[in-house]
């Protein structure tokens, strides 16, 4: 696989409340706190929603690539969290998707490798705002902005 990896699953699990087949980071390979967070995610044949998106010529949803984005861009806010020394935890802080402001360019396919880059822009009262892309080798996916909304507490 291309890029280092900087945090893997374990660390990923541990501030992400996703879990599969609905988790669409497998790691992270390059990092910033407060910056920027690239991740990168296989698109495994055998993936559930692949077996009716479109039977014959399976395409990954733009609407998964897109909750790739989020959660890729929730764990900058969690990565950089922690390394100023606090105890982020999906326990304790959850992140819902607010606005989406994403154009999907070009499909993402069985096999491909899907790299995701989320850069954080604003924050206010709560909201995150980030520039986000993704992209399969030299094609991209995807790109535009995403905003985070965090609530405190478990859900």
Request: hydrophobic share 45%; glycine share 10%.
């Amino acid at each position: 696989m291309a890029g280092e990896t900087v945090f893997g699953l374990d660390e990923i699990l541990e501030l992400l409340p996703h879990r599969p087949p609905f988790l669409f980071v497998d790691r992270i390979t390059s990092f910033k706190p407060g910056v920027m967070i690239e991740s990168r995610r296989v698109i495994r044949p055998d993936e559930v929603f692949l077996a009716g998106h479109f039977p014959g010529n399976p395409v990954m949803p733009g609407v998964l690539v897109i909750d790739g984005l989020a959660q890729t861009s929730g764990l900058l806010w969690g990565f950089t969290k922690k390394a100023r020394g606090g105890e982020p935890s999906a326990a304790h802080e959850i992140f819902y998707l607010a606005a989406v402001n994403v154009k999907l360019l070009n499909p993402a396919f069985p096999g491909d490798t899907l790299v995701m880059t989320a850069r954080a822009e604003k924050e206010y009262n709560g909201l995150f705002s980030y520039a986000v892309e993704a992209s399969v080798g030299r094609t991209l996916i995807a790109r535009g902005t995403l905003t985070l909304a965090r609530v405190k507490g478990t859900p």
